[in-house]
Each structure stands twice: as C-alpha cells, then as structure tokens.
C-alpha cells in the first residue's frame, strides 16, 4: 500500500524523466511509420510468434524474434526518424489475455522498451538524440458503448490494466508514452489515469502523447467530434502532446488538424496512414506515396504550425526518410490558438461563455430537486432519467447538472457511473 500523500501528488509537481520535451521545444519531431503493417509486409514463418496459439500476436515478436523487431526500429532510424515506438500496441494485459499471455504484459513491455531503447541509443549522438515511445493502444473494449461483451470491464479496472502496461514500458527505459489509435473517449482516459498513477508511485513522470483516431467524417467511433475530444484531452493531468493517427491519410485529417492548430494549447502531433486502404488481391494496399506523405507533412508544418509528424498504416522507411527531408529538424512556425474554456460530453463540446449570455444549467436530473427523478432513480429507470434530461436540453439548456444523492440507497458512486453513461 502506498502513502497517501504520494497518491495525491499533482503530476504537474513531478520531476520529468528525459529531454523529450526539451527538443520538442526547439524543432519539428518525426515519428516512425507503421509497426504492424511493416511486420505483414515480412511474411513471416508461422512459427515466429513460437506457440501456434499466439499466432497473429505481433507484440510477441520481441520475445521471439527480437532480431526482427530491432530491424524495423534501425530501418525508421536510419531513415533520420527522431522517435521509434516499442512494439507494445496490443501489450496490455486484457489485449494479451486473447493469446493466453496476460500474465506475460510487464514482461514484454520492458523487453520491447529496452529493446527498442537499445536501438535508439546506438542511433544517438550528443546533438541528435533519438527517443522511445511506449506504445500504448486500445484493449479491444468499448467501455462508452452498450453491448455486454465490450463493455463488462469497469472503469477502474481498466486504468490498473494500463497502469500495470506503463509500468513495463517505464521500467524499460521510454522517454514518453504514447497512448494512439483511441476512439472511445473513456478509454482514453483510463489509460491517461493509469499512467498518471503509475507515475506518483514512481515519484517521477514521463510526457504522455495522447492521440485520438477519426473516421473520415471527422468523428470518433461514438461521435465525439474534434472539439471534444480537445477538451476532454486537454484537462486531463499528464496529457503534454495532443494529436491524430490511424483511420485515414493526411487528406481527410486536415480540417481537424486546423481545428486543433486554432484552439490547441499543447503542442500537436499528426501521424496518418499512407491513405485509406485498398483491397488488391484480397491484401490491403496502402496508396499514399512517400512524396504526398511528405508534402502532407510539410503543409501541416508550414501552413498550421503542427510540432509532431510520423506515419502510422502502411507507412515505411522511404515515407519517413522523405518526411525528414521536408520537414525533420526545422523549427516551429508558432502558433497563437484562440482558447475557449469549455465542458464537454462523450459527443461534443460547450463553450462556457455563450453568445448571448448566459451559460444555461438545467438543474431537473437531481434526486434531491426533483420528486420525478428521485422515483426514477429508486427504480433504476435509466431510460426515464435520460428523457427527464432530453426534455432539458430541449428547453435549451447547455448543460446538466446531475445528482443522484438519495438517502434510500447507499450506491451512489455506482448509480452516478450508469446514470451519467446513459447521458453522455
């Protein structure tokens, strides 16, 4: 058991472990391209991943066939890449348990991250360091949705899960986390959460760069636009980096990337596919040539001042090696965003200051307020809350203030978990 005092500790107040900030600073960062993609592309023998029952786990390949792996981190880093990823994108333990290597998760992140560790400082020189990037994606869960099967694991859990996966990749040497490829918004914080804790137990912290996945309307798998997404990110304790990768290429990215070079406060990082996939002969094709990635980047460079770049699907050396030709090294443009205190929901985002004024606050989903709520809520009828908060904001309400505080029930913390699910 921890002290107390440790655990409250704000991460803001922690010693920050490494210079990646320190260069981000001071030039345009480039990422590597894509791990699993590149992996595919080997064709490897079906016993590489050892057991036959963890085939089709790539993250295991650094126990395996590490040989491999330090093959894909040396091509990115030569191809002039400042930060290599660890293999750890599937590594958390709840992702691991569907090959039987749950119990394996700390191990196989701290040998990704001091594989990849390894790598990167043989890279290193005093005036061009190279950096790690723990790797940290989705469980496979959707703990914003509704069917059973996808979101059985709470909340709490899930931030241990991703605490326990942070552990591995700090013990093993990172210079960040990255937290990528997210398109369920509470995920998104469990992980951010886990890390956060993670960190006031170790006494020390590293950045953490969370990226958020869009489809090519410009949303995240439950709606959650651009807009909310930023607030969400951008209140969370630890979060330093902010960003897109996945889903789509650089074309559909681009009026999110605006949205966040006008209203983000922390620095951006934009990390595409080589375009959206093509199925060409039952395989998928990545169409987005090394030229366009590297034109894509320079425009987000130049034009909208974005700090961090990389390539994520389908990307390979020749993509990166061509992006650090356009733009690796320079320094920023500069940004001046037009911040706007604002609350958010798992959809979308309110500014706090309304034109006209003022921020309306509907005060009907509280159980100490409202006989009509009070007797849904001693029902547990979910259903009727939400419509109590349906008639709300059809009265024009901005915001909810809900309270499910009833002296009959002495579950309120859990009450208060499903009532605001249903809302969100």
Same mark, same amino acid.
């Given at each position: 058991?921890?002290?107390?005092?440790?655990?409250?500790?704000?991460?803001?107040?922690?010693?920050?472990?490494?210079?990646?900030?320190?260069?981000?600073?001071?030039?345009?960062?480039?990422?590597?391209?894509?791990?699993?993609?590149?992996?595919?592309?080997?064709?490897?023998?079906?016993?590489?991943?050892?057991?036959? #029952?963890?085939?089709?786990?790539?993250?295991?390949?650094?126990?395996?066939?590490?040989?491999?792996?330090?093959?894909?981190?040396?091509?990115?880093?030569?191809?002039?890449?400042?930060?290599?990823?660890?293999?750890?994108?599937?590594?958390?333990?709840?992702?691991?348990?569907?090959?039987?290597?749950?119990? #394996?998760?700390?191990?196989?992140?701290?040998?990704?991250?001091?594989?990849?560790?390894?790598?990167?400082?043989?890279?290193?020189? &005093?005036?061009?360091?190279?950096?790690?990037?723990?790797?940290?994606?989705?469980?496979?869960?959707?703990?914003?949705?509704?069917?059973?099967?996808?979101?059985?694991?709470?909340?709490?859990?899930?931030?241990?899960?991703?605490?326990?996966?942070?552990?591995?990749?700090?013990?093993?040497?990172?210079?960040?986390?990255?937290?990528?490829?997210?398109?369920?918004?509470?995920?998104?914080?469990?992980?951010?959460?886990?890390?956060?804790?993670?960190? #006031?137990?170790?006494?020390?912290?590293?950045?953490?760069?969370?990226?958020?996945?869009?489809?090519?309307?410009?949303?995240?798998?439950?709606?959650?636009?651009?807009?909310?997404?930023?607030?969400?990110?951008?209140?969370?304790?630890?979060?330093?980096?902010?960003?897109?990768?996945?889903?789509?290429?650089?074309?559909?990215?681009?009026? &999110?990337?605006?949205?966040?070079?006008?209203?983000?406060?922390?620095?951006?990082?934009?990390?595409?596919?080589?375009?959206?996939?093509?199925?060409?002969?039952?395989?998928?094709?990545? &169409?987005?040539?090394?030229?366009?990635?590297?034109?894509?980047?320079?425009?987000?460079?130049?034009?909208?001042?974005?700090?961090?770049?990389?390539?994520?699907?389908?990307?390979?050396?020749?993509?990166?090696?061509?992006?650090?030709?356009?733009?690796?090294?320079?320094?920023?443009?500069?940004?001046? &965003?037009?911040?706007?205190?604002?609350?958010?929901?798992?959809?979308?985002?309110?500014?706090?200051?309304?034109?006209?004024?003022?921020?309306?606050?509907?005060?009907?989903?509280?159980?100490?307020?409202?006989?009509?709520?009070?007797?849904?809520?001693?029902?547990?009828?979910?259903?009727?809350?939400?419509?109590?908060? #349906?008639?709300?904001?059809?009265?024009?309400?901005?915001?909810?203030?809900?309270?499910?505080?009833?002296?009959?029930?002495?579950?309120?913390?859990?009450?208060?978990?499903?009532?605001?699910?249903?809302?969100?």
């Amino acid at each position: 058991m921890h002290d107390t005092a440790t655990t409250f500790v704000k991460i803001a107040d922690l010693p920050v472990r490494g210079h990646y900030l320190e260069a981000l600073a001071e030039r345009v960062i480039v990422f590597d391209g894509g791990m699993g993609a590149t992996i595919e592309r080997m064709n490897l023998p079906t016993d590489a991943c050892g057991e036959p #029952r963890w085939a089709g786990c790539k993250d295991v390949l650094t126990l395996t066939a590490p040989e491999i792996i330090e093959e894909i981190h040396a091509g990115f880093l030569a191809a002039g890449c400042d930060v290599v990823e660890t293999n750890t994108f599937q590594a958390s333990p709840l992702r691991l348990a569907e090959w039987g290597l749950a119990e #394996r998760a700390y191990e196989l992140n701290r040998a990704a991250a001091q594989l990849a560790r390894r790598v990167a400082d043989r890279f290193s020189t &005093p005036g061009r360091p190279r950096f790690v990037a723990g790797a940290i994606g989705p469980t496979g869960k959707l703990p914003s949705g509704t069917d059973p099967s996808l979101s059985d694991t709470p909340y709490r859990a899930l931030v241990e899960v991703f605490k326990e996966q942070a552990r591995g990749l700090v013990d093993g040497g990172v210079d960040l986390i990255v937290i990528e490829t997210q398109f369920d918004l509470l995920e998104l914080k469990a992980a951010v959460a886990g890390c956060t804790r993670l960190f #006031r137990e170790l006494g020390f912290r590293v950045p953490i760069q969370a990226q958020i996945t869009l489809d090519t309307g410009g949303r995240m798998l439950f709606g959650a636009d651009i807009a909310a997404a930023l607030t969400v990110l951008e209140a969370l304790p630890g979060v330093d980096v902010v960003g897109i990768n996945c889903s789509t290429g650089p074309e559909h990215m681009r009026e &999110p990337v605006r949205y966040l070079a006008e209203h983000a406060r922390k620095p951006i990082a934009v990390i595409p596919n080589a375009g959206i996939p093509i199925n060409e002969g039952g395989c998928a094709v990545f &169409p987005l040539t090394p030229e366009a990635l590297a034109e894509a980047h320079r425009e987000f460079v130049e034009d909208l001042g974005v700090e961090v770049v990389g390539g994520c699907c389908g990307t390979t050396p020749e993509h990166l090696r061509r992006v650090v030709e356009a733009v690796g090294g320079r320094r920023h443009k500069g940004r001046a &965003p037009r911040w706007e205190p604002a609350i958010a929901s798992g959809v979308r985002a309110v500014a706090l200051r309304q034109e006209p004024p003022p921020l309306l606050v509907a005060e009907r989903v509280n159980a100490t307020g409202s006989r009509r709520v009070k007797r849904l809520l001693l029902a547990e009828d979910y259903d009727g809350v939400l419509q109590v908060a #349906r008639e709300q904001l059809e009265g024009n309400a901005h915001a909810l203030d809900v309270c499910v505080a009833l002296t009959e029930r002495a579950d309120e913390r859990a009450q208060m978990e499903r009532v605001v699910k249903k809302l969100a």
